[in-house]
RNA sequence: GGGCGCUUAGCUCAGCUGGGAGAGCACCUGCCUUACAAGCAGGGGGUCGUUGGUUCGAGCCCAAUAGUGCCCACCA
């Protein structure tokens, strides 16, 4: 194929070019028989919520990074794509999409319904990464709903199950009543909410003690009260009974030592449940329940004054027969932290029922281990981590009272109410649908089929087990990456899970990135002002290797502002890379690579080999810990101030005019040309992948050999010479110091001098030979070397 | 309340183990120079949040303090 080299860069033409040529190739194709040690990356599957925004962009492309960078150091790098469709997210996306709730139809056409939407999301992300230019083998694409990794799911929970890890219990539980299902910790907001701390008299042997409660409406699920023992005003009400008003029923006063004196009036009232603590005290004092608020968020019909109403309805309806009973003393605005669903926003209840958990209490201390054996990048994110595990308080709770998500395999006995499990041999199955086919050690013969779904993260928390099932071991794998929001989820549930399946941490390094926001504190919507932000629609506008080349500018784990403003910016240094090639490449064409013996450098030459490869050095090390940002800037310094605004101007004359300044100067300056621009593209592969493909094409191909630029290997420079790098420093300087003098007198940098003084400390014998080079690119009519200085 | 960041030029940010304060954008001046005017060259502009300490020497280390952001806790 015939590649041209046009005045302007097309990125519309070339991009999509490159991309074809890398499917039809099969460029990226996984094969575990090539040569080098797997790199493994455990890429986050986005859930298919609907919104491909500019965080995806950016946190992907800066993974994708990685994998290029790991491929051109040899590695033979694994890096499979997934989706996780199943679960909570996709279903709110239906429900909003087409105005339903999934309560209302039958199982199996929502379910319906969700597929759909799943497919046609899907397909929407895998031509946004393919337009992004990702270099993903695409057969190794996983979901999450799929037979294959639901038989996993399957098979790793019954695996939990015979080690006693998983287990089901009658419990309090984090419960949404908008959603109607369990969650688990790790799916809590919180969110300052405005309510009312109200007081009310209870009465202890007639005489009035004030209680303050934001929660009214519980009055009817109160158990007890509570005061600090240490509290020598109430010590004497510790045993007694109280009344409760409205109710008229009698609680008794205990002490416990979390009550704090200086909090309300220092007396709690507990019900179950209206917190955390309140289900703390139920088990440590051994409390009875008292049934309030139900599953679908009513209070239960027989708590009379508020039965049948909602709960936020029913807290108004109490507080103003508090007030007519002139039993609401005092009335505090407040604002305060209130805990809600992650994927609603609705405040979350605590409500006992039969749920499944995976024991993750137990094992603080060992999470706690696996994380300080993990590398984390960058370091202190691991202190997140680390405060997430200390501060668990609840199992996780995995069962969910949802529709689409993979079904826990398991049927209960009619008789006796013990669970049984599928069979491996019937994995993945679902309850619903298929018969147990056994009997219960009891001897009943019916069963009736579990119909919750595993939380979406009890499947997506395997995904290095998910990887493996193509059948190569990889655990753990060299690498997971994502946006710190989710280490309390994704990053904990897989340690969890890969302690528990494999007695061994998931990966080694965990790469972090950060969120992109909208400007200062502003988080990205799909608001009027974000639209600009559609990726789409960026990519087109601007390019892919344009915004993979902004994504390229941050620090790891760090916050960005994403404006379209900076795209100019990475246009023009395609523009540049474009600029520049065409010219050292216009000077290459004649080039005789066949010639065995390698040229007489000239020391100018030479410099910039040693500023290439001590640049491919810093950049291999930045990328090593995951530092693109800093990686990026190493290759930019060397490229567009050593490599154009210095060298290609030294070297231009030598090039154009071999009468006047030697042939085998002129071959002495186009190896290094060849070398330099060679390696910068190679570099800007990672991060600039089609713009450097079609250069590698359309010239280095003849000579490399290997049919893209991304088959070829970075170098790796043992050592650099620094006194040559030196010399470059003080040529730079000489030559800044001739336009700084031609700029202050106005004048053009063609503008003839008469006489070029050189300054130099002690590198009189290389600027000797590079003086041709400086009088020329001065434009000087005789050079003159000073040395010593 | 606990933890972790951040604070450097008008803006966005980089500054590695302590020694020269930097980049891009913006601004000003000049330059059609056989890759690039979508360019090039040059310039102005900073008490490195504040205070104290360690050191021959601090943007960098230590302590305190202010502002700001995130994570966690906080529903009486």
Known sequence: MALSMEKHYDHRRIEKQM?????????????????????????????????????????????????????????????????????????RLVEREENIYAKDLPRSQFIEKCRQATQKYETEFVDF???????????TQYETISPAVRKISQELFLELVKMGKAYIKESPVLWCTECQTSIAQAELDTNDIDSTFNYIPFYVDGEPLLV?????????????????????????????????????????????????????????????????????????HDLPYRKVIQPNGCI????????????????????????????LLKSERITHAVATHERCGKEVEIIPSRQWYIDILTEKERFLEAGNQINWYPAQMKNRYRIWVENLKWDWCISRQRYFGVPFPVWYCKDCGRPVFAKPEQLPVNPLETE?????????????????????????????QINERLGLALTPMSMRTHAHEIIRTWTFYTIVRSLYHTGNIPWKDLMITGFVLAKKGEKIS????????????????????????????????????????????????????????????????????????????????????????????????????????????????????????????IVKARLYDPEIHGFDERRSGQYALYYTLLNI??????????????????????????????????????????????????????????????????????????RLEIRTTSFAEWFKLSAMDLQTCANAKEVVILSGL
Request: charged residues 25%; contains cysteine.
């Open 300 to 327: 239960a019909d027989e708590a009379p004054l508020i039965g049948g109403l909602k709960v936020n309805a029913a807290r108004k309806k109490i507080i103003r027969l508090l007030e007519d009973a002139n039993l």
């Open 681 to 754: 593209l190679k570099m800007y592969a990672v991060f600039v992948p089609h713009i450097t493909d079609y250069l590698y094409r359309v010239f280095f191909i003849e000579h490399e050999k290997a049919a893209s630029i991304h088959l070829l290997k970075w170098e790796r420079p043992k050592e650099t010479a620094p006194d040559i790098i030196k010399f470059g420093e003080e040529i730079k300087s000489n030559i800044a110091d001739m336009r700084k003098l031609k700029s202050e007198n106005n004048l053009s940098m063609r503008a003839e001098m008469e």
């Open 436 to 464: 147990y086919g056994g009997t219960c050690d009891c001897g009943c013969k019916e069963f009736i089929p579990e119909n919750a779904v595993f939380d979406t993260w009890a499947t997506s928390s395997v995904t290095p």
């Open 129 to 139: 990464w393919k337009s992004l230019g990702f270099s993903v083998d695409w057969t």
């Open 19 to 91: 991309q074809e040529l890398w499917e039809r190739e099969q460029l990226y194709k996984f094969n575990r028989e090539s040569p080098g040690e797997i790199y493994s990356i455990d890429t986050p599957p986005p859930t298919v919520s609907g919104s491909l925004h500019i965080g995806h962009l950016f946190s992907y492309t800066q993974a994708e990074m990685i994998a290029r960078f790991h491929r051109m150091q040899g590695r033979n790098v694994f890096y499979p794509f997934g989706f996780d469709d199943n679960g909570l997210p996709t279903e």
């Open 526 to 649: 799909k608001s009027k002002s974000n639209a600009e932000m559609e990726p789409t629609a960026l990519i087109a506008e601007h390019s892919a290797d344009a915004l993979r080349y902004w994504s390229a500018n941050a620090r790891l784990g760090t916050d960005t502002f994403f404006s379209v403003d900076e795209l100019p910016i990475a246009k023009r240094f395609i523009t540049k890379l474009w600029n520049a090639s065409k010219f050292a490449i216009s000077h290459l064409r004649d080039m005789d690579r066949n010639r065995s013996d390698e040229p007489t450098l000239l020391p100018v030459d030479r410099w910039i080999i040693e500023r290439t490869n001590e640049t491919v050095i810093r950049a291999a090390a930045a990328l090593n810990e995951y530092e693109i940002g800093a990686a990026r800037h190493e290759i930019d310094d060397l490229f567009w101030k050593d490599f154009c605004d210095n060298y290609v101007e």
């Open 212 to 284: 303050a409660t934001t929660r009214p409406e519980l009055l009817y699920g109160c158990v007890c009260l509570f005061v600090n023992p240490a509290d020598e005003r109430r010590s004497a009400l510790i045993g007694k009974s109280a009344l409760v008003p409205l109710y008229q029923f009698e609680v008794p006063v205990l002490a416990d030592e979390k009550v704090s004196l200086d909090k309300g009036t220092g007396v709690v009232m507990c019900a179950t449940f209206g917190d955390n603590t309140d289900v703390e005290w139920f088990f440590e």
